[in-house]
């Protein structure tokens, strides 16, 4: 909010969502968002995985080897929007 507000006031453009996906660009990209087209660079993760803000629970779960502390049903539970 604080950077929107600091951006309308210089004349910036700037992009209406607060998250994206990341890890599935591995060259430069555009935005596209509320006929803005705003110039990304890339995100690929050198695994190759995807992390989706709205799946985070798919991120964490998928990955093979992992030391968790908590049980990954209990920690959906607590994570539902």
């Known amino acids: 909010d604080i950077y929107r ?4 006031q210089a004349g910036i453009n700037y992009p209406s969502t607060n998250y994206k996906t ?3 660009h ?6 596209e968002d509320n006929d803005q087209c705003f110039k990304m660079g890339a995100d690929a993760f050198i695994d190759g995985r995807l992390f989706d803000p709205d799946k ?3 991120y964490l779960s998928g ?3 992992h030391n968790m502390k ?12």
Do not use: C, Q, Y
Not at 5 to 8: P, V
Not at 70 to 81: A, C, G, I, R, Y
């Open 5 to 8: 507000e600091a951006a309308k």
């Open 63 to 65: 990955f093979e080897v």
């Open 70 to 81: 908590v049980d990954l049903k209990e920690l959906k539970k607590l994570n539902k929007s």
């Open 26 to 31: 591995r060259d430069v990209w555009s935005l």
């Open 22 to 24: 990341e890890g599935e």
């Open 56 to 58: 985070i629970m798919d």
